[in-house]
């Protein structure tokens, strides 16, 4: 039940755009997005909600569409700090509490 | 800001060892998590707690066991530590359906 990401690696020059996606076989809930930069804890960037609604924080935004159990996340006019690895998780509920599963990572790397 | 503090950026243990690996959160928060993330394989979920005295088994449990007598901190134990559970140890915590907030992490060796 762990998401798939993809690609899972991307290399980009700085200003370029990237899509990270990340499909699950199990019906959806929300999706969290996080980054993890080099030897630092993840740092969660936004959570998508059931509803296809899209969300933004700076230049990075996301999708979600419940439908095909997929999200996207949108990099835009890359930086060079959005280099990192990004990790999608799939929320689901276990034992009246929840829980996120994650997939196995992006790793994004930005060129000057 | 939300504090995750995990007791040890890193640690050397031998085989056969009783392993704890301490976290505490200062938020409040009812979930926390214990996570083992290996190189290719992401983040994976061992053991986690909605409440005091309450967890449930995660995806990859087996080796370990977890202990949460007091809200703000929940340790992982392993039982008899063996060299493929090196590896890093993110703790996290969380209100509701929020955002985990992790710790910095332990990487622990095996040897």
């Known amino acids: 039940q762990q998401p798939v990401q993809s690609p899972q690696a991307v290399i980009l020059r700085e200003g370029e755009d990237a899509v990270i996606n990340c499909s699950s076989s199990?019906?959806?809930?929300?999706v969290h997005w996080y980054r993890q930069k080099h030897g630092e804890a993840p740092v969660f960037l936004m959570i998508l909600l059931k509803g296809g609604e899209q969300k933004g924080h700076d230049k990075i935004s996301a999708s979600f569409n419940e439908k095909k159990q997929q999200s996207s996340l949108y990099l835009t006019a890359s930086q060079l700090s959005y280099s990192g690895t990004y990790f999608c998780?799939?929320?689901?509920?276990?034992?009246?509490?929840?829980?996120?599963?994650f997939g196995k990572g992006t790793k994004l790397t930005v060129n000057p | 800001d939300v504090k995750v503090t995990q007791s040890s950026r890193y640690l050397v243990k031998r085989t056969g060892e009783k392993v704890f690996l301490e976290c505490v959160q200062d938020m409040d928060h009812e979930n926390m998590f214990w996570y083992r993330q290996d190189p290719g394989l992401g983040l994976r979920l061992i053991y986690f707690s909605y409440d005091v005295k309450m967890k449930e088994k995660g995806d990859i449990p087996e080796g370990y066991s977890v202990s949460r007598e007091k809200k703000e901190r929940f340790s992982l134990i392993l039982e008899s530590a063996s060299t493929n559970q090196t590896s890093m140890y993110l703790c996290?915590?969380?209100?509701?359906?929020?955002?985990?907030?992790f710790g910095d992490g332990t990487r622990l060796s095996i040897l």
């Open positions: 996290a915590s969380t209100a509701g359906w929020q955002p985990q907030h």
């Open positions: 998780g799939t929320a689901y509920t276990q034992g009246g509490s929840e829980k996120l599963v």
């Open positions: 199990k019906a959806l809930y929300s």
